[in-house]
């Protein structure tokens, strides 16, 4: 049964402005609250703080960018979070553009694919058995976790195109897509996932999708919303060829031209509440496992007693 959470719609500068979604979380039929990346907040202090408050729900980082932290640190706080939340947690990680790698690293990761499973090996060694001892091209790490009672902890890769599909599926638990249109993960995530999985011998990982979406009203322009809530993405390299593989063309000299591409190509969702219903429904008919909810746009546009309105109207329509 496919479940549905939410996406914190903002990045907070304050860890309080994170509770009213925490909030909405524990109170409503969302099942989990995830965070995206950001560069003002780190998501794992965030839930912790919201655990503190009271606030004890299902967590997912979707994802965190791996040249942020060292997979030791990584793992300790995902542990940690656990332990303080008494709930599961989805520990979502990826690469990150090249770019960005090296901003922070002085060049990018020779092998993007190769220094995922890396970092995962690190990760799994740690959460799993206490300890790893491993010496590689992107990270060595010779260290013990003391293993103590917690609440599960999956590992999650951000998954884009094929490639890091099949990876995802011989070394993740969990496979995080984020502005894949519907017949993009019915046609080319699930089956790379699923082979990947086959090859190494273990169960294909849950299937995670975050769907940027808005409901309908007279004075919005679906467009917009659109373009506040994504633009940022479509600009990157590696979102503007998962995005051309899935039918949906972009530029870089074209924002609106994005937005509009995104929504016709079903990667932005709009529409009143059942027809909302139905087009996520199609996620679930795809093979995801969870849906999460996105709001982003609506939030930035109208601020945040629309865009908890909105999750609750959205979770009202797609409560079973």
Known sequence: MTTYSLLAPR??????????????????????????QALLNDPFQDFTYAAAC??????GTGVTLMPLRHPHQAAIQAHSLAVASGHPVV?????????????????????????????????????????????????????ELAPVPRPPVEIGL????????????EIADVAITWLTPAAYVREVVVPALRAGAEAAGRPMP?????????????DRDPVELAGVSSTGHTMLPHYADMLRRSGIETSTQDPRG??????????????????????????????????????????????ERASLTELEALLSAVAR
Not at 12 to 36: H, K, N, V
Not at 206 to 218: D, G, N
């Open 54 to 59: 009271g606030f004890r729900v299902p967590t």
């Open 206 to 218: 849950r299937v995670v999708v975050m769907v940027p979406l808005a409901l309908a009203a007279p």
């Open 91 to 143: 520990a979502g990680f990826g690469p990150g553009a090249a770019s960005f790698q090296a901003s922070l690293l002085g060049a990018p990761y020779r092998s993007q694919l190769g220094a995922v499973r890396e970092y995962v090996t690190v990760l799994r060694g740690l959460l799993e058995k206490g300890e790893v001892d491993h010496v590689g091209e992107y990270f060595t790490c010779r260290a």
């Open 11 to 36: 990045v907070p500068y304050r860890p309080e402005q994170l509770l009213p979604y925490a909030a909405l979380t524990q109170w409503s039929d969302a099942y989990r609250i995830w965070q995206g």
């Open 258 to 303: 994005n937005a509009g591409a995104l929504l016709s190509g079903g990667a932005f969702l709009y529409g009143d509440k059942a027809e909302l219903a139905a087009r996520l429904q199609e996620f679930a008919d795809a093979g995801a496992d969870e849906i999460v909810l996105n709001v982003t746009g609506v939030h930035l546009k109208y601020g």
């Open 158 to 169: 951000g998954v884009l195109r094929p490639r890091m599909a099949r990876l995802a599926g």
